[in-house]
């Protein structure tokens, strides 16, 4: 673990039994106590995430607006102060370099939140395309910390912490400055479950201070440190998308299934033209959720096939905390994409029989 990248909370992590692995070249809990017992947290109850592996730039002066829309496939204009926005930076080619929350401040002043694995990518790409714009942006990610806090009690459980009423912040929507145990915090009413709940950015001299208060004032209402393995499952249920699985620079957002997230009646944008010839050709391939009939957990990377023949991959797999099946995402031929259709994984050399349904497994819980 010596090589990798660690968050202000490494150090205590061993008083939280956090068991470690690499995570994008991060040391990163996957899991506390139980990934099954975490994601039951943060479904009935709430858990306490360290996300402080995630990256922060900062977009300011006075062509922020122009130049993040062009480099982004969402409609900036449609955010108000104080918004979040989801959205995806593509390449040319359409594809996927990252996808990543806005947070607008002002036209002139606007905070990406950016995947760990991607920064150094991310602001490369970013610089390589401010072009004529008249902008600064700065890689701040390794002043940052993030905690997040998510699950039905997750609101009350922080506000035992805070004089904001954070009933006021609305879904999607970010406020700062705010004092969560006596540390100025961002907080904003987002995250990546299918939950209510917030997501707080802090300096990193604060981070520790914040994670044991908030697990002290949640310890009577089931609140857990949770790990990266039930992130992955609780984000998976949710129908949520994860770069490098669902996502990235091979597989365009409209592949994914979430066309919804780029705008083409914005004007132009970096992987327009490339995306609306997909559009208008038809997709290839289809991102489609499915269940296993017989016994056998799908996991990332297995084969799908139909008529004897390899028609795709799954993205994501596993048996589901909450539906208790064995379910996944798979990237397939677009001609058998339809829900119904029977399809085969290749688990351990053997044709597993499942069929394909809804992506959205979970009903997504939001406090709109």
Known sequence: MDNLKKTPLYEIYPKYNAKIIDFAGW??????????????????????????????????????FPFLQNLLTNDLSKLNDNQVLYTFM???????????????????????????ANIEKDYKWMLNNAGIYKVEIE??????????????????ILQKLTDEDLSQIKFFYFKDK?????????????GYTGEDGFEIYMPNEHAVTLWEKILEAGKDYGLKPAGLGARDTLRFEAGL????????EDITPLEAGLGFFVKFDKGNFIGK????????????RKLVGFEMIGNGIPRH????????????????????PTLKKNIGLALIDSKYAQIGNQIEVIIRNKPLK???VDKNFYKKNYKK
């Open 27 to 64: 040391a990163m809990p996957v899991q506390f106590e139980s990934i099954i017992s975490e994601h039951e947290a943060v479904r009935n109850a709430a858990g306490l995430f360290d996300v402080s592996h995630m990256g922060e730039i900062i977009v300011k002066g006075k062509d922020a």
């Open 139 to 156: 890689n701040v990610s390794d002043k940052i910390a993030e905690l997040a806090i998510q699950g039905p009690k997750a609101e009350e």
């Open 178 to 190: 705010v004092k969560i145990a006596g540390v100025e915090c961002l907080v904003s009413r987002t």
């Open 90 to 116: 593509c390449n040319h080619n359409g594809g996927v370099i990252d996808d990543l929350l806005v947070y607008k401040y002002s036209n002139n002043y606007y905070l990406l939140v950016v995947n760990a």
């Open 354 to 356: 499942a069929v394909i």
């Open 301 to 320: 990377g297995y084969e799908v096939q139909a008529d004897n023949q390899k028609i795709g991959y799954v993205t994501t797999g596993y048996f589901s």
């Open 241 to 248: 998308p994860l770069y490098g699985n669902e996502l990235g």
């Open 273 to 284: 033209d490339a995306l609306l010839k997909q559009k208008e050709q038809g997709l290839k």
